[in-house]
């Protein structure tokens, strides 16, 4: 059994980057996949209620992504910091890594917990939401904020896995969790009508959603954390290995908070588009959370190389093997890039029928249309954009992943979507096209960041030829 663990543990400072990119972003691309099902499941259940639980199901999951947003920093940060000191060869630098972000993760869970579970009303307030499905998002999120500590032992875990190479045991985990929400959600949902001599009970509605992923986080984390646990990182771990110590605690923090706070900015930027459409109504809102979810799907496996880049850089960036970094970031935009133009494709084409899998009403099939008009050609934006993120955290610049989200989430969404709206009268339009600009925009910014970053860190970032700049067959 421990053998069969350590063979999803891959040392990347060897071997082809193409190979480590397909035998690592296939597993992270499906688990992903599975993981935006799981949502997509969600949405599906709220659209057989009513529009309003999906609109208050869409402006739950905003205000919930904070504390995704703390999770998937923290996992970042534990990723980047426990990969370079693999690539470096330190060991024990990496096991006491991994054991202080376990540790830190339970503890700093619990605050963000009752933080959240205290605070969803003001978010929302935030957020503009007085509608009748404010009701709705309330107990959603009141109920969902059980689920903090699972999150963060997960994301935490998975953070200390990807960094040695492993992504199938997330993969395996999330898959599960896709399962079993398939059954869990009609079962709190509806309940289970009395048939013969079997007993049956009622089901609790739309807070069967929410009851849902709190028991099958609670079984991914554990999950999660065994796997963690029991890897060739934390081998031989002892009891003193997780007492929390200040100075590996702020390294943790120094290195996950940037991307904690870059991911809160998408949440902001979310809450903005929200704001903007709240004049709209339920229709807008529900639209969006429902082409959201679509445009997610498409992005998919260009995430999946995005999410590989993070371990591949920090390897090779505590291994100080600069050409390697260079080789897999150009690899991983110019693959990925394709796979998004192909994505954007299909997104025209199909978007209605997408669309109408998960409602009927017109209305909103034609707004969240609108937005897949805009979404399409955003995407390989988007992938050059994650890309450039991973860069930064995989070489211990995160802090610039935040201005960059300030500016490409607050202040030109903000901004253009009043312009758009407010001033031209645009109306849903003028969010969208808001949007779209600053997407782009802020991948112009990155560029320059990443140029100037690059050539401090590591001399240079290159270009793409760099792929064409090695003999066929040899493995950089």
């Known amino acids: 059994m421990a053998k069969q663990k350590k063979s999803r543990e891959r040392d990347l400072t060897h071997g082809s980057i193409a190979g480590h990119f397909r035998a690592l972003a296939i597993p992270a691309g499906i688990g992903m996949l599975f993981n935006t099902l799981y949502n997509v499941v969600d949405t599906f259940y709220a659209g057989m209620l009513s529009t309003d639980a999906q609109a208050g199901l869409s402006v739950s999951f ?118 079993a929400n398939c059954i869990l959600n009609p079962l709190f949902i509806f309940g289970i009508p009395r048939f013969l001599f079997i007993p049956g009970f009622s089901g609790i509605g739309f ?10 986080e609670w079984g991914v984390a554990l999950y999660m954390l065994r796997q963690a646990v029991g890897s060739r990182v934390m081998e031989h771990s002892r009891l003193h290995c997780f007492i929390l110590r200040w100075q590996t605690v702020r390294d943790i923090i120094t290195q996950g908070a940037p991307a904690s706070l870059n991911f809160l900015t998408i949440t902001i930027g979310v809450f903005v588009i929200q704001y903007f459409l709240q004049p709209f109504g339920a229709t807008a809102v529900a639209a969006y959370g429902i082409a959201l979810r679509i445009e997610q799907l498409i992005l998919l496996p260009g995430l999946g190389l995005t999410i590989v880049l993070l371990p591949l850089i920090a390897q090779n960036y505590g291994a100080q093997d600069f050409d390697r970094i260079r080789y897999a970031f150009w690899w991983c935009v110019s693959v990925g890039s394709a796979m998004m133009l192909a994505g954007a494709a299909f997104l025209l084409l199909g978007g209605r029928f997408l669309l109408g899998l998960f409602t009927a009403d017109h209305a909103v099939i034609d707004i969240g249309y609108d937005y897949l008009l805009v979404a399409a050609p955003m995407l390989p934006a988007y992938l050059t954009l994650f890309a450039m993120m991973s860069f930064l955290q995989g070489i211990k610049r995160p802090i610039w992943t935040v201005w960059i989200g300030i500016y490409r989430q607050i202040f030109a969404s903000a901004g253009f979507a009043a312009l758009f709206v407010y001033i031209l009268g645009w109306g849903p339009w003028g969010v969208w096209v808001a949007v779209f600009t600053a997407v782009w925009t802020g991948l112009v910014l990155s560029s320059l960041v990443l140029y100037a970053v690059a050539l401090r860190r590591i001399g240079h970032i290159g270009s793409p030829r760099i792929l064409t700049s090695y003999p066929k067959g040899e493995t950089i």
Do not use: W
Not at 165 to 175: K, M, P
Not at 207 to 216: K, M
């Open 62 to 179: 905003t205000v919930f992504f904070i504390l995704i947003a703390f999770g998937i920093g923290l996992g970042q940060g534990i990723s980047a910091l426990v990969g370079s000191a693999v690539g470096a060869k330190k060991g024990t630098e990496a096991k006491d890594l991994a054991a202080q972000g376990l540790s830190f993760s339970c503890l700093f869970s619990i605050f963000i917990g009752i933080g959240g579970y205290y605070a969803t009303p003001l978010l929302l307030d935030l957020l503009g939401v007085s509608n009748g499905y404010r009701d709705l998002a309330i107990a959603y999120l009141h109920i969902i904020m059980f689920a903090a500590p699972a999150f963060m032992i997960a994301f935490a875990s998975n953070g200390i896995l990807s960094a040695q190479g492993d992504t199938v045991t997330n993969q395996r985990a999330l898959i599960g969790g896709f399962l």
């Open 207 to 216: 807070d069967g959603l929410a009851t849902s992923t709190v028991v099958i």
